[in-house]
Nanobody, 120 residues
Framework: QVQLVESGGGLVQPGGSLRLSCAAS????????MAWYRRAPGKQRELVAAISRSSITNYADSVKGRFTISRDNAKNMVYLQMNSLKPEDTAVYYC??????????????WGQGTQVTVSS
């Protein structure tokens, strides 16, 4: 079994910064794509950023130039540095990993989510 646990959410003023972290644990052989999604109130979940095992990244247009995704393969961690935050970034943020487990099964896993609120 694999678990993903996010941390780092909170309340921040517009223009501020937050850094989200997601730790994967369990019977992990390799983690392929790692990603961050978000769901804002009244909206569907959307992809924010993704990073391949070789650190190729892609971003939603709405966060390009403000957010940076990174990973530490040795620690099975993925991070999301969020700068110049806007009220419209308010959402629950979820990490999502494609994990090859030690039993050679490939599955997609979600974290429980962490709330980010941007407000003055």
């Amino acid at each position: 079994q694999v678990q993903l646990v996010e941390s780092g959410g909170g309340l921040v003023q517009p223009g501020g910064s937050l850094r989200l972290s997601c730790a994967a644990s369990g019977s992990i052989a390799t983690i392929y794509t790692m990603a961050w999604y978000r769901r804002a109130p009244g909206k569907q979940r959307e992809l924010v950023a993704a990073i391949s095992r070789s650190s190729i990244t892609n971003y939603a247009d709405s966060v390009k130039g403000r957010f940076t995704i990174s990973r530490d393969n040795a620690k099975n961690m993925v991070y999301l540095q969020m700068n110049s935050l806007k009220p419209e970034d308010t959402a629950v943020y979820y990490c999502n990993d494609d994990v090859l487990a030690s039993d050679n099964t490939l599955k997609n896993y979600w974290g429980q989510g962490t709330q980010v609120t941007v407000s003055s």
